[in-house]
């Protein structure tokens, strides 16, 4: 018979055939369906991806990023009224004196001190003020009081800060100090500040103030007004009523930088030549607005735009404060004295 003879399989052949055979039926019938269920889930994550991993980092990056600073508050606007320098009349009652008068009606404790017979120019000065003569008053005369050592409310923008004296050196910058404009000075040895209070007025404001200080602050204080010059009569209480607010030299107290407070700055009895320990208190000029009277709250029930004169109390460590009752002033427009509010 004749032999058959099978034809053998290559290695190869017989690798493949293992392949196969190891792989399970069943897989073969889902390769299908997965190679379709697969490319389009790739196409839509890459499109995801690509927006999902850029919206990732920017998230980090603002939560690791240094904090910014603060949203400037807006400036007030300024008022087209501004303080009024300015006095009321009294009429004289039977056995009043002057110094009585100054002591009750203008709370002048002081009266006799600062106006006194030993310095005859000193009772010259205060007949000139009063339009009478203090040593033969009357019952009937109308006399004319002003305020003592009165204050100022003021509010507004540094326009320029200089030396508050020749001999001073000029403030410098400060120097790398966290959270302030590198433009900030120097001024706890005191400055003279240029400042914008109306859109055409200006005074010049000298401060002590451990606040930094920069061009286009606003700054908030009450302040000592110049007093009219009386030869031989330093200490004089007055302020010439002819002289206007627009350049004159302030001295501040109550002082604040945009919306912080200085409570190491001079209080307003620290400023010298004044009478407020003695009389328990200090004469103020301000107008009823949000660019002055109002950022102290002392709720008085004017219009805006009222120039008052008010008597603030003296409270422990010097400070000054209004309380319901202490007397409060108008400017009258058509008398220009201030009548009773």
């Not at 300015?86 to 009429?91: E, R």
Request: glycine share 8%.
């Amino acid at each position: 018979m004749t032999r058959r003879f099978q034809p053998q399989n290559t290695s190869g052949e017989n690798l493949l055939q293992i392949i196969i055979r190891s792989i399970p039926w069943k897989l073969l019938l889902l390769l299908p369906i997965l190679v379709a269920l697969a490319v389009p889930t790739y196409l839509i994550g890459a499109r995801l991806g690509s927006g999902l991993l850029p919206t990732i980092t920017r998230t980090f990056y603002t939560l690791s990023a240094p904090i910014g600073s603060p949203t400037p508050t807006p400036l007030p606007t300024f008022s087209r009224v501004l303080p009024q320098v300015g006095s009321l009349l009294y009429t004289v009652q039977g056995g009043d004196s002057c110094d009585e008068i100054l002591a009750y009606q203008m709370r002048m404790a002081s009266a006799g001190q600062v106006f006194s017979d030993v310095k005859p120019n000193t009772v010259k000065a205060l007949n000139n003020a009063m339009g009478q003569d203090c040593h033969a008053l009357q019952p009937g005369m109308v006399l004319t009081l002003s305020p003592q050592y009165p204050l100022v409310a003021v509010g507004g923008v540094v326009l320029k800060i200089d030396a508050a004296s020749p001999q001073q050196v000029v403030p410098t910058p400060l120097i790398n100090v966290p959270d302030q404009p590198q433009s900030s000075v120097d001024c706890s040895g005191g400055c003279l500040l240029t400042v914008r209070i109306a859109p055409q007025v200006q005074v010049h404001l000298q401060v002590e103030t451990t606040l930094p200080l920069h061009v286009g602050s606003w700054i908030w204080a009450q302040a000592m007004m110049a007093r009219k010059a009386v030869p031989g009569f330093d200490n004089y209480p007055y302020v010439d009523p002819a002289a206007s607010l627009n350049g004159m030299p302030l001295h501040a107290c109550d002082f604040q930088v945009d919306n912080t407070h200085d409570d190491n700055s001079l209080s307003c009895d620290q400023l010298t030549p004044n009478t407020i320990d003695t009389d328990n208190g200090a004469w103020l000029f301000g107008v009823i607005g949000p660019s002055n009277l109002d950022h102290w709250h002392y709720q008085l029930q004017l219009p805006v735009g009222t120039r008052v004169l008010l008597w603030l109390s003296s409270e422990k460590g010097g400070n000054l404060a209004f309380h319901p009752g202490n007397p409060v002033y108008r400017y009258d427009d058509i008398s220009h004295l201030y009548v009773k509010a």
